[in-house]
Nanobody, 125 residues
């Protein structure tokens, strides 16, 4: 069982930066792939980035070059650094864990087992 808590969301202007964090307890992060997802009201949850147990990463095209995912296994915390934010980045952001795959992490929400409660990120124009 893994408990996840996201923090760091808030209101930021277009072009600004924000870092959201995901603190975990109950099990070591080193045993899991980690993913970051976002959801806009009325739309499906979207996988935007993930990091595998070996440190390899994947990004959705819409955030590639602007967002960076990282994971601190020693402190059981994952991060999503978001730069050059756009209004379309406005959403609730969630972190989640999945059992590791030999082929690396995935961005498919259905493959993730444990989820945080989400943190709101709002980008104002």
């Amino acid at each position: 069982q893994v408990q996840l808590v996201e923090t760091g969301g808030g209101l930021v202007q277009v072009g600004g930066s924000l870092r959201v964090s995901c603190a975990g307890s109950g099990s070591s992060f080193s045993a899991y792939d980690m993913g970051w997802f976002r959801q806009i009201l009325g739309k499906e949850r979207e996988g935007i980035s993930c990091i595998s147990t070996d440190g390899s990463t994947l990004y959705h095209n819409s955030v590639k070059g602007r967002f960076t995912i990282s994971k601190d296994n020693a402190n059981n915390t994952a991060y999503l650094q978001m730069n050059s934010l756009k209004p379309e980045d406005t959403a609730v952001y969630y972190c989640a864990t999945e059992a590791p795959y030999a082929s690396g992490c995935t961005r498919a929400p259905g493959l993730y087992d444990y989820w945080g409660q989400g943190t709101q990120v709002t980008v104002s124009s």
